[in-house]
C-alpha cells in the first residue's frame, strides 16, 4: 500500500508541470493549424493572455514549447506572455478589488466573504505571427 504525503510545493510543482504540459500541446497545435491555413512557412510568435490565477508558469510552458515545436513551423518561434492580474466583485457592496496573498478574500470595504472573480482565469492565444 503506497501512502501519498501531500507537501504542498513539490505536490503542486508536480500537477502543475503536467498540466502545463498539455496546455503547452494546445498552444502549439492550435498555432500550428492556423499557420497552415494561413500557408505560412513558420511561425515567428505566439502572443498569450495568461490570468495569475491559473498557476500556469511561463517559464515551464517555455521549456516544454522549445521542445515539442522542434521540426514543426513553430521551431524557434518567441512566445510572449501577457499577465492579467486577478480581480474580484464583492457580492455584498459590489466594490471590486485585487484580492490579497492569503486564502481568505475579505472585501476591504465591507469585509463580507463570497466575492466572484472577474479576471484572473483568462488563458488564450492573442495573436500568431508567421512569415
Not at 498552444?27 to 498569450?48: F, K, P, V
Not at 513551423?73 to 457580492?91: D, S, T, Y
Amino acid at each position: 500500500m503506497r501512502t501519498w504525503c501531500f507537501i504542498a510545493g513539490v505536490f503542486c510543482g508536480i500537477i502543475a508541470a503536467v498540466h502545463e504540459l498539455s496546455v503547452t500541446q494546445s498552444i502549439l497545435d492550435i498555432a500550428q493549424r492556423h499557420a497552415e491555413q494561413a500557408g505560412a512557412r513558420r511561425i515567428t510568435a505566439i502572443n498569450l493572455v495568461i490570468g495569475e490565477l491559473t498557476g500556469f508558469v511561463d517559464d515551464s510552458i517555455q521549456f516544454y514549447f522549445d521542445f515539442m515545436s522542434k521540426g514543426t513551423l513553430a521551431q524557434g518561434a518567441q512566445l510572449n506572455f501577457e499577465r492579467i492580474a486577478a480581480r474580484v466583485l464583492c457580492h455584498a457592496c459590489g466594490a471590486e478589488y485585487v484580492p490579497p496573498n492569503s486564502r481568505l478574500w475579505a472585501c476591504p470595504e465591507c469585509d463580507e466573504l463570497g466575492s466572484e472573480i472577474i479576471a484572473g482565469r483568462e488563458f488564450s492565444i492573442a495573436s500568431i505571427e508567421i512569415e
